[in-house]
């Protein structure tokens, strides 16, 4: 819920990331798919190819990005 309402979770405040949305249209939709999409247990692999985004970003049409002060 945290991700939907202010783009970031606990986590992510604290390494100074947070979620953006590339589609402007049902963002609660896309943050829906991208939960689901990280119980994938083949995501975590998609890292350890050299895949810059995981496959729960790519297919949620998210990204995750540092903010800064």
Request: glycine letters at 8%; hydrophobic letters at 45%; proline letters at 1%.
């Amino acid at each position: 819920f945290l991700e939907g309402f202010i783009g970031k979770t606990i986590g992510k405040h604290f390494t100074r990331t947070k979620v953006i949305y590339l589609k402007d249209k049902n963002k609660w939709f896309w943050i829906i798919v991208r939960s689901v999409l990280r119980l994938n247990p083949f995501d975590t692999l998609s890292y350890l190819f050299g895949v810059k985004y995981g496959v729960h970003d790519l297919l949620s049409f998210t990204r995750v990005i540092e903010i800064e002060d």
